[in-house]
């Protein structure tokens, strides 16, 4: 993407609903990397939902929590710099992508209307078997979490990304 945004908003669906760990890449140049006794600090603006900053090679952190920052101070240099920002996000919205594709197990239908109260009524053979679904889903689990109509949650690096100066006592 040329562009940081909410994952889950894309127009692709391989995007929209991935699960995983997505690496960001950005090279840019520092005129000055005096902190002048403080620290130089990445703030990531928003993180969906946990990212880890690398920095020339150099690992800097995992941020967890806002506010999404990490000390950059003795991996950052003068000129060019190579960032890279991995964030790991949550399954929700690839459970939420395979509920559009057809269901590739025997549910039990208890009498219910909502999905969500139906049990797995049996392994699927292709399961046992270690075999990939056959109707393209990328997830099985044995209890249904969500239906197709549930809302997608954030995903991604949403940013701002910026460095800030910390001085001694902030």
């Known amino acids: 993407l040329d562009q940081l945004m909410n994952l889950a908003l894309h127009a692709e669906d391989g995007i929209k609903y991935y699960s995983g760990t997505v690496t960001y890449t950005k090279s840019f140049t520092m005129d000055s990397v ?23 090679g150099k690992p800097c952190g995992t941020a967890w929590k806002y506010p999404y920052r990490v000390d950059v101070t003795k991996a950052i240099r003068e000129g060019t710099n190579e960032l890279k920002i991995e964030v790991a996000n949550t399954w929700v919205n690839r459970l939420i992508g395979d509920e559009q594709l057809p269901l590739d197990a025997d549910w039990n239908p208890d009498n219910s209307k909502d999905v969500l109260t139906q049990g797995l009524d049996s392994w699927p053979d292709w399961f046992l078997q270690g075999k990939k679904s056959p109707t393209g889903r990328y997830t099985f689990t044995s209890s249904r979490h969500y239906t197709k109509d549930s809302p997608l949650v954030p995903s991604g690096l949403l940013g701002p990304v910026s460095i800030i100066k910390e001085m001694r006592g902030n």
């Open 34 to 56: 005096k902190p002048d006794g403080g620290k130089l600090l990445l703030d990531l603006g928003n993180v969906e939902v946990i990212a880890r900053v690398i920095l020339n």
